[in-house]
């Protein structure tokens, strides 16, 4: 295992530090927490909190920041921050006008940041929260009931954070983000798994011309197995995929994110995009938004993502074109 950094178990400790310096003093953490917040929190609205396991990054920390997040959770590479993290993170940014959390559909982190929820509001403090699924590979992978929370969160965050700006409400907050969360989809593709610092190994093996359609961001189980394909071939497959899950329909509005796996070039990145855009414009979409990079990775995976989500409200495309102030948008 080649890995730059010190001992595998205080990765996650010097990372947040590591983010919380190159955040130029917009960032702080709360020590032995993983929590990294907004030095300075505006007033009188609604604060933005989601997070996860470390190993994803960008996502969360690096879209904390105006105009996104006002706090990230970091937990354990791959695994859930407890109750306690984010209970800590809920009430150091709580302004008076709630708290609204963004949730990955992962078994550990619905149940701690629901714990977490029934602390703060013990306390007094409003929550509220949403629960990401946005992957269609598969139902009741490892770790999760329902489909999986992946890149498509991405988008979440950043059409509630510019909600969030805005001066919304926690209440109207929380019905903007039922309504965005069955628009988003995504499906990814693995060409190699994986390695986590502490296992020290990759999480599973694919030959050297072998890739996996599906596979989760924790290295869960795709739906198949085949040989190296082109990209032209790869954004097929995605694609017609994505489409039999919307069902979509000419002149339909989308934003689109190609996302990064970890260890996947931004040359193969664009070269993808270029794909999977000729088969959407062929069927007569109209791809209003496009952000192509690595913004929630799988460490040290080779393999991307594509997320489509459909803009039934021309607010959710103002929000995502929110000016923001964060080291990852």
């Not at 982190?109 to 699924?133: P, Q, T």
């Not at 510019?162 to 499906?187: F, H, Q």
């Not at 103002?318 to 923001?324: I, R």
Request: some cysteine; aromatic content about 6%; proline content about 3%.
């Amino acid at each position: 295992m080649k890995k730059i950094m010190n001992k595998p178990e205080q990765a996650v400790d010097e990372m947040v530090q590591g983010i919380v310096s190159a955040g130029c003093g917009q960032l702080k953490n709360i020590p032995e927490t993983g929590v990294i917040y907004r030095s300075e929190l505006p007033k009188d609205k609604v604060a933005l909190v989601s997070g996860g396991g470390s190993g994803h990054e960008p996502t969360h920390a690096g879209f904390v920041g105006d105009g996104i997040l006002a706090a990230a959770v970091c937990g354990s590479v791959f695994t859930s921050p407890t109750p306690d993290q984010i209970y800590e993170a809920i009430k150091q940014v709580d302004q008076g006008k709630g708290v609204f959390l963004v949730i990955k559909n992962y078994s550990g982190d619905v149940m701690n940041f629901e714990m977490a929820k029934d602390l703060a509001e013990a306390d007094g403090i409003r929550v509220e929260s949403v629960v990401v699924d946005d992957d269609i590979a598969v139902e009741d992978s490892t770790y999760t009931e329902g489909k999986r929370g992946v890149a498509g969160t991405v988008f979440v965050h950043k059409i509630l954070g510019a909600e969030a700006a805005r001066g919304t409400t926690i209440d109207e907050m929380k019905a903007v983000a039922d309504r965005i969360v069955p628009n988003i989809k995504t499906l990814g593709v693995a060409l190699k798994a994986a390695t986590v610092p502490e296992v020290g190994k990759p999480g599973f093996e694919l030959g050297d011309t072998e890739i996996e359609f599906g596979v989760g961001i924790h290295g869960e189980p795709g739906y198949r197995r085949e040989s190296l394909k082109t990209s032209r071939e790869l954004a097929e497959e995605i694609v017609s995929k994505l489409k039999n899950a919307f069902q979509w329909s000419e002149g339909e509005h989308y934003a689109v994110l190609v996302n990064g796996l970890g260890a996947t070039p931004l040359m193969e990145q664009y070269i993808f995009w270029q794909d999977a855009e000729k088969l959407l414009k062929k069927d007569g979409l109209l791809i209003d938004f496009i952000k192509v990079g690595s913004l929630t990775t799988s460490l040290d995976m080779e393999g991307l993502s594509l997320t489509l989500c459909k803009l039934e409200d021309a607010r959710w495309l103002e929000n995502l074109k929110w000016e923001t102030h964060t080291l990852a948008w």
